[in-house]
């Protein structure tokens, strides 16, 4: 399944983006949804996830207070708003789909988008 992921951009420190996922097809509320991020030279990371059926959701230690998933099943589309942007921010963001829970390992996750660049300068 091919991921639609949009909404990257660049900023200032303390600005806010909000990325979009969208799924091709129905969801399932047995699948989760995913948020990772990759800096350059560095380790694809879990930022955020829930699951369809799910009202929490778990969030990177990193990103806690500042960015929030949100979904709407109707359009079949998963959201990461961030707020209070900071340059260790700076990455390409990917939305990921899994079934089960949403886990912190890049390689439990079936589904990828082609990711989006988030860049915040200082």
């Known amino acids: 399944v091919q991921l639609q992921a949009s909404g990257g951009g660049s900023v200032q420190t303390g600005g806010s983006l909000r990325l979009s996922c969208t799924t091709p097809?129905?969801?399932?509320?047995?699948?989760?949804m995913a948020w990772f991020r990759q800096a350059p030279g560095k380790d694809r990371e879990f930022v955020a996830g829930?699951?369809?059926?799910?009202?929490?959701?778990r969030y990177a230690d990193s990103v806690k207070g500042r960015f929030a998933v949100s979904k709407d099943k109707a359009k079949n589309t998963f959201y990461l708003q961030m707020n209070s942007l900071r340059p260790e921010d700076t990455a390409v963001y990917y939305c990921?789909?899994?079934?089960?829970?949403?886990?912190?390992?890049?390689?439990?996750?079936?589904?990828w988008g082609q990711g989006t660049q988030v860049t915040v300068s200082s």
């Open positions: 990921a789909q899994r079934y089960g829970a949403p886990v912190y390992s890049a390689r439990d996750y079936a589904s």
């Open positions: 097809g129905p969801t399932y509320s047995s699948y989760a």
């Open positions: 829930m699951r369809w059926a799910d009202i929490n959701a």
